[in-house]
């Protein structure tokens, strides 16, 4: 019996679960002239609650990480509160999962640093008009970047005076846009050049 009373010198917490399914949490904490108090609480409801939120928080996490966008949410203070494993990459950051909290400015300004608006004073510009735009409308534009990819970018105001930015490399869409215009181009040219004249009418 001596390491039991030595262990109630301490507080000690348990957690049981009864025959019927129920959760009970046992809290043993020392008293002041030496004795101890036990408190049995049903944490069941409660539980059952948190292993629903880490479910849903898992699901999330793996709906962001399944897309094929980068994704950044920030709160109202402009702080980073989730971004998923695309965001680093088509943003050109390391590791920007991993960095709740940081700032959108100082996350454009490291862009800006590393070369990924590419360089002189053009790169400059392009970062205070990201970090000037109003983010509590939307916006949606295309950049280009040094490497030759092609960016969509969008920005959607959320309820809490926060915003969502995705970031989606269309690179090939773009390439395919431009391959079509200039099928389009010559098809006209060499129509243009013909000794006939052609209509086309629709059914």
Not at 4 to 19: F, G, P, T
Request: net charge neutral; with cysteine; glycine share 8%.
């Amino acid at each position: 019996h001596y390491p039991l009373r030595r262990q109630r010198q301490m507080c000690i917490r348990d957690r049981r679960r009864l025959a019927d399914g129920r959760l009970i949490e046992v809290v043993s904490d020392p008293t002041p002239d030496g004795g101890f108090a036990i408190t049995y609480s049903d944490i069941t409801a409660q539980t059952a609650a948190e292993a629903e939120a880490a479910s849903r928080a898992a699901m999330l996490r793996m709906a962001l990480d399944g897309m094929r966008h980068g994704l950044m949410l920030m709160g109202p203070d402009r702080c980073l509160r989730i971004a998923n494993r695309l965001a680093a990459p088509v943003n050109g950051v390391p590791e920007l999962e991993g960095r709740v909290g940081e700032k959108f400015d100082e996350v454009v300004r490291e862009q800006w640093a590393s070369g990924f608006f590419g360089e002189g004073a053009a790169a400059e510009a392009m970062y205070r008009q990201i970090v000037g735009y109003d983010r509590s409308q939307s916006i949606l534009y295309r950049r280009s970047l040094a490497d030759g990819r092609v960016i969509e970018v969008g920005s959607e105001p959320t309820p809490d005076g926060g915003f969502v930015v995705t970031h989606t490399d269309i690179t090939d869409l773009v390439r395919a846009e431009r391959d079509a215009a200039a099928r389009a181009d010559i098809l006209r040219q060499t129509l243009d050049s013909m000794r006939h004249g052609i209509a086309q009418y629709d059914r």
